[in-house]
């Protein structure tokens, strides 16, 4: 079962209220984010993150009964977040193509703002262990199952027999958009639709530029 999004108050602590402990909570996170982003799980103690968020070392605890439960909630939040915004989004979106721009768009973004949580979901994964692995595993494979089935429909419209690997394509997708941490900053040269746009146009370029091979294999239509 997935743990709770939120580390619950303990018995007989004062909280000042739910709303007032959710915007201490996220505002740990945010803090936790943008250390990990910046030295690594590895190298971010619960010292630094305290100091970052400006909370005691103890205030820390009372939110989080370790570092990994932390690094947990930052990558559950975000990857269920990812999910529900691109089922919502996807609500009526009944063409192949524009379901994966709708994709592509929700992801970036999604990361726009937040370049460190990108970050920090690409490279922290394996850090985790035991249950908080395979929750966060399974959560991420649901986001998975439904970009590659958007991706399918789109070969099947636009490519057919074209004999791309789906799963390649898929992860392919995703490499170009979970690299974007390292170069994009959203700005008037680069707005989120506009790059959602340019990504997948080159993405349908290489698909619909697909002519099925004789032996099944794929073939460019300009070889």
């Known amino acids: 079962m997935f743990e709770s999004f939120e580390a619950g108050a303990k018995p007989g602590v004062t909280t ?32 630094a993150v305290a100091k970052a968020a400006q909370v005691s070392l103890a205030g820390m605890y009372h939110y989080f009964d370790s570092k990994e439960k932390m690094l947990f909630l930052i990558q559950f939040r975000t990857f269920n977040s990812l999910l ?18 709708v994709m592509v768009r929700s992801h970036i973004g999604y990361f726009a703002t937040d370049m460190a949580a ?21 959560l991420r494979h649901q986001y998975y199952e439904l970009t590659r089935a958007i991706i399918e429909r789109v070969f099947q419209s636009r490519a057919p027999g074209g004999g791309l690997d789906e799963h390649v394509a ?32 080159l993405f349908l370029t290489g698909i619909i530029g697909l002519k099925p091979a004789a032996d099944g294999s794929a073939s460019s239509a300009e070889s």
């Open 118 to 138: 990108l970050k920090v979901c690409s490279h922290e994964l394996d850090a985790l262990t035991g249950s908080r692995y395979e929750d966060l595993r399974h």
């Open 84 to 101: 529900q915004n691109l089922r919502e989004k996807l609500h009526g979106v009944e063409e192949p193509v524009e379901q994966l721009r």
């Open 16 to 47: 000042g209220g739910r709303e007032s402990y959710d915007e201490r909570l996220n505002h740990i996170l945010e803090a936790a984010t943008n250390v990990i982003a910046r030295v690594g799980y590895g190298h971010a103690s619960m010292r």
């Open 170 to 201: 898929t992860m392919a997708l995703f490499g170009t958009l979970n690299w974007l941490y390292r170069w994009y900053r959203p700005g008037p040269d680069y707005s989120v639709n506009g790059l959602a746009n340019q990504i997948t146009r």
